[in-house]
């Protein structure tokens, strides 16, 4: 079985700090996703991966970065968390064949005080 | 970009009976995929079915069917025998050429005993 993990199912932080979420699969998916997840606004795209060191913004990339060294691991990185960025973050893989779905990680839900 | 719209903010079926969910969406392409997602209280999100745009035959996974009608660019997920383990957060997607997912709003179903 595909398994995505995430490094945290909860975490509390506070305004300015720099917070990093990580993200590992272990079936060598050649696409990573990051998204976000709210009440009533569904999941909305981040930034995703298809390739080591390659990244790509989606719909709501301001106030995030990502980084891919390894295939296996993407992370998202908050440079200065603020309150609007409390959210449960959803990491998703894939392969590359075009019929097959996202695997998705647990979910972090990050607080940010 | 593709707007994907779920109408149902909530749905409630009593156990064994029948449900559909509605999705529609919006798109400039000829070729894509759509899938619909589950993701129970607190657990991480699965894939319930997937969907080819170009095949006409509807995707059936055991209690799981779709109507796909690529005309009116409609997507609807039919649930035959509810149970109780199939209370959860639906979420209708949509695949784009450009490797992109788009996901609706939601639609959260209670099943009633």
């Known amino acids: 079985d595909v398994k995505v993990t995430q490094s945290s199912r909860y975490l509390v932080k506070r305004t300015g700090e720099k917070v990093f979420l990580e993200c590992v699969q272990d079936m060598d998916h050649e696409n990573m996703f990051w998204y976000r997840q709210d009440p009533g606004l569904g999941l909305r795209l981040i930034y995703f991966s298809y390739d080591v060191k390659m990244k790509e913004k989606g719909d709501i990339p301001e106030g995030y970065s990502v980084s891919r060294e390894k295939k296996e691991r993407f992370s998202l990185i908050l440079e200065s968390a603020s309150t609007n960025q409390t959210s449960m973050y959803l990491c998703?893989?894939?392969?590359?064949?075009?019929?097959?779905?996202?695997?998705f990680g647990p979910g972090t839900r990050l607080t940010v005080l | 970009a593709q707007t994907v719209t779920q109408s149902q903010p909530e749905m409630s079926v009593q156990e064994a009976e029948t449900v559909t969910l509605s999705c529609t969406y919006d798109t400039s392409e000829s070729d894509y995929y759509l899938f619909w997602y589950k993701q129970p209280p607190s657990r991480q999100m699965i894939l319930v079915i997937r969907q080819e745009a170009y095949k006409q035959q509807n995707a059936t996974e055991n209690r799981f069917s779709v109507n796909f009608q690529k005309a009116a660019k409609s997507f609807s997920l039919k649930i035959s025998d509810s149970q109780l383990g199939d209370a959860a957060m639906y979420f209708c997607?949509?695949?784009?050429?450009?490797?992109?997912?788009?996901f609706g709003t939601g639609t959260s179903l209670t099943v009633i005993p």
């Open positions: 998703a893989s894939r392969s590359g064949q075009a019929y097959n779905e996202q695997f």
């Open positions: 997607a949509y695949r784009s050429i450009g490797n992109q997912f788009y």
